[in-house]
């Protein structure tokens, strides 16, 4: 059990975080080309199921699996998205991304008032918290 | 074991074959007094439910019927607007039937090829080596499944959320697939499936797992 990467975008497709931590391949694309990808993923994915499903929804896309990974998605009434990589061993991890959203997103950057949020989050204390969140985790666990 | 369809892509992207299996019915009925509590707005010409969800009436729903007449895109069958038959107050009371819109053959093989690029961007975003494309994709609603085979047709089947994996009847669509549509001597390949034996077979298949099955649906 791993988690490879995190990123958050705001409503807007800015990606206003973005941190690695196990990730044994790069996309061969710069970061900003990376993000705008992501982005459009996730954003062509809500739009697709919305469209194929059969049935109403509650609350949408929930994670994708490869097989190698799984993308776990998160998405908060103000449009802000979490989006966690981990590997496929990991079980729903829809508690944890809210967790991230409510406790640590809420707490420290929205109730700090020099923290501009539609901008990339330059946060220290943001950072190492949500650092040390992740790496608290029983999914996140290196060796194998 | 509910299957809500079955999609088969080919390695162009382009939807070979469609089939749905189990519909879930999404319609409700409802009579409304003059000012209208919805607001209804025109998006790809239909008319959808823009806001005002209530009673099983969701955001996203179209019109199906008015007093029931159908209705065709934005027009009732006579030719008028739905729009200005519900701003009349004359009209009312008024019956109108919401549903989920049905997917036009047309917008089937661009959700197809939307999922093909999809299913590519995946594999390229991956942050581990040699990662295949999107295999199973969760939602609240449906699970979709998706198989590639080495020849690079892509499976595709919608399932219950509660449902465990498909794996198996994937592959035995594939089988199907191999013996029935890719035998018959008039089938080019990447081209859509016509063949009535994999139709009846499929068919058949399909009924077979949703028969084998730890639970029924709505239990």
């Known amino acids: 059990m791993t988690i490879y990467n995190l990123y958050i975008f705001d409503r807007f497709g800015t990606c206003l975080f973005y941190q690695e931590w196990n990730r044994s391949k790069q996309s061969g694309m710069s970061k900003d080309e990376e993000y705008k990808l992501m982005y459009g993923l996730i954003f062509s994915i809500k739009s697709f199921i919305s469209r194929i499903s059969p049935m109403d929804f509650k609350d949408g896309f929930l994670n994708y699996c490869t097989n190698c990974y799984k993308l776990h998605f998160f998405e908060t009434p103000s449009g802000l998205k979490f989006i966690l990589n981990s590997s496929l061993n990991v079980g729903p991890m829809r508690e944890i991304l809210q967790h991230l959203y409510s406790a640590i997103y809420v707490d420290l950057i929205v109730r700090n008032p020099l923290c501009p949020l539609n901008k990339p989050i330059e946060s220290m204390l943001f950072k190492t918290k949500l650092d040390a969140y992740i790496r608290g985790l029983p999914a996140f666990t290196t060796d194998e | ?219």
């Open chain 2, 1 to 219: 074991m509910t299957v809500y369809s079955v999609y088969i892509i080919n390695r162009a992207g382009g939807l070979i074959y469609q089939l749905d299996h189990a519909n879930p019915k999404t319609e409700v009925e409802k009579t409304f007094s003059y000012p209208l509590e919805l607001t209804l707005k025109i998006m790809d010409e239909r008319v959808v439910v823009a806001f005002g969800q209530r009673d099983g009436i969701h955001v996203g729903h179209t019109v199906l019927g008015v007093n029931g007449e159908q209705v065709k895109g934005r027009q009732l069958e006579d030719g008028r607007e739905v729009l200005e038959v519900i701003a009349n107050q004359e009209n009312y009371p008024i019956a109108i039937r919401f549903g989920r819109p049905k997917l036009s053959t047309n917008e089937r093989i661009m959700l197809a090829s939307m999922f093909h690029s999809l299913y590519a961007i995946g594999s390229q975003l991956s942050p581990e080596q040699r990662s295949s494309g999107i295999q199973l994709l969760e939602t609240d609603a449906f699970k979709l499944y998706c198989y590639q085979t080495l020849s690079g047709i892509k499976l595709i089947v919608l399932s219950d959320p509660r449902q465990g994996s498909m794996e198996g009847l994937l592959k035995k669509i594939y089988e199907l697939y191999a013996d029935y549509a890719l035998k018959n001597p008039f089938y080019s390949i990447d081209m859509p499936v016509r063949c009535e034996l994999f139709d009846l077979n499929l068919q058949a298949t399909l009924d077979a797992a949703e028969r084998s099955t730890f639970y029924a649906p709505g239990s």
